[in-house]
């Protein structure tokens, strides 16, 4: 664990990333370049545009569709090896209704809260309510976590 990640977690009292956040030089990285991915001109350059979907998985239950898939993260566009292989793909769950009952086609966008690493709990307690109201759910699975934790971060 580096001396910086040892300092700031004597001063938190929760339990988060207790051994480390990952490669110090990943978070110089971000800090550098967090002006130019701050500002909206910027952000449109990188984040506009065509991203292709992997679909890694389609499940039919009885009345829901299930998809996960993944894409490369707009991050990785616009800073290109700043961050992780892992960080680098987003990957996300996609909570659907079999049939729609109207024309429309809601969907709820969920980003998870800290310490949120699975789909598992939103989609049961958020989605799965949700799809009774004929409202989609797209699950985005946050950076650092799960499937997008780097290797080095514990």
């Not at 979907?53 to 499940?59: L, P, S, W, Y």
């Not at 898939?69 to 290109?80: C, I, K, M, N």
């Amino acid at each position: 664990m580096s001396a910086f990640d040892k300092i700031y977690r004597s001063a938190l009292p929760m339990k988060f990333f207790t051994k480390g956040w990952g490669k110090p030089s990943t978070l110089l990285k971000l800090i550098e370049n967090f002006k130019s991915v701050s500002m909206l001109k910027k952000f449109e350059q990188f984040a506009g545009g065509d991203f292709p979907i992997v679909v890694d998985m389609r499940t039919e239950h009885k009345n829901t569709v299930l998809v996960e898939g993944s894409f490369v993260s707009p991050f990785e566009r616009a800073l290109t090896n700043v961050m992780d292989a892992e960080n680098s793909i987003a990957r996300f769950q996609l909570v659907l209704p079999k049939e729609w009952s109207t024309k429309y086609k809601p969907i709820c966008i969920h980003l998870a809260g800290t310490g949120d690493h699975t789909y598992s709990r939103r989609r049961f307690f958020l989605a799965n309510r949700l799809l009774s109201d004929g409202i989609g759910s797209l699950i985005v699975m946050n950076p650092f976590y799960w499937k997008r934790k780097p290797k080095d971060q514990k």
